[in-house]
């Protein structure tokens, strides 16, 4: 019969789980497949975004399809073979990288609405999957200043570049925002 110290103890060691690495983490390799750099620092714009989308994704349905679909797009290959613990991982790595943009660009960063309250697009969807194309499209837009023309070399953008430009955007139109509301 085990004591409730006992199982104190040995529960302890799993006390990381609670939290998520203050610098994203990952594995570096899924069988002989490398992945991207932990930090997408020089990783184009739009594989973060499709990254980002899966992850999005995979938080409102735990579809483990919506994990092998990032490993595909983290690890470079249609071939890589992850394990559960390394489906675990790829969710580590993308909830620390959320967490690490989240205190680098906190203009744009923000805390999502509570339930029932409009978001930053004026809407109030319960859609997953519509609220993550409005808001990639919001993005895009963002960037592109509504010139299409720009876009591809937008998506071909380094992440970190595209997220500094959002977050200066961001900080701006709630400049603007508080402007507007003073009497």
Do not use: C
Request: net charge positive; proline share 5%; hydrophobic share 40%.
């Amino acid at each position: 019969m085990l004591k409730v110290r006992q199982i104190q103890q040995a529960t302890s060691v799993l006390d990381y789980l609670d939290s998520l690495a203050p610098m994203p983490i990952r594995i570096s390799r899924i069988g002989k497949h490398r992945a991207l750099p932990a930090d997408f620092e020089k990783v184009p714009f739009e594989q973060y975004l499709y990254v980002d989308n899966l992850f999005q994704g995979y938080l409102n349905t735990q579809q483990d399809e919506l994990l092998l679909q990032m490993a595909q797009i983290l690890y470079g290959s249609d071939h890589v073979k992850p394990s559960k613990a390394h489906l675990v991982g790829i969710f580590y790595w993308m909830a620390s990288l959320k967490q690490y943009f989240a205190s680098l660009f906190t203009n744009f960063y923000k805390p999502a609405p509570a339930k029932g309250e409009a978001n930053l697009l004026g809407s109030s969807q319960p859609d997953i999957y519509s609220q993550l194309r409005d808001s990639t499209n919001a993005m895009i837009r963002a960037l592109t200043g509504g010139d299409i023309t720009k876009e591809e070399r937008i998506l071909k953008m380094d992440t970190w570049r595209a997220l500094t430009e959002l977050d200066a955007k961001a900080k701006e139109a709630e400049e603007l925002r508080k402007a507007y509301k003073k009497p």
